[in-house]
């Protein structure tokens, strides 16, 4: 049984390792797009070592470009921590969903192989 880092009751990466140590859950998923604000890399850097699967999902630009440089920041934590689990594309921007997917995985691809 997994869980997400997802609306009010998982928004803080103590909830999720408080769900994780404290119940039947076997895993979290950490998706780069759910957690935000100044402690988003932290809560992030303490979710990925208990996570057995990460939405990556790319916040965009004004323009409805996607962040790279974020994206690339959430990324260094998948390696820094040796996560080797999949990785879920997700593209909530603006622009065309297919596009945005492709480009995420370009991204991810480049970095990753």
Known sequence: ?????????????????????????????????NFNGPSKFQSLSETIPKSTSIHVKALTNEDGS????????????????????????????PNDMWDGIEEVQQIVQSYIV
């Open 1 to 33: 049984m997994l869980t997400e880092n997802f609306h009010s009751l998982t928004s803080t990466s103590a909830n999720c390792l408080y769900l994780y140590e404290q119940t039947d859950i076997t895993g979290l998923i950490s998706d780069f797009g």
């Open 66 to 93: 996607i962040n790279k440089p974020e994206l690339l920041q959430c990324l260094d934590l998948v390696n820094q921590f040796n996560y080797s689990g999949p990785l879920t594309i997700v593209y909530d921007g």
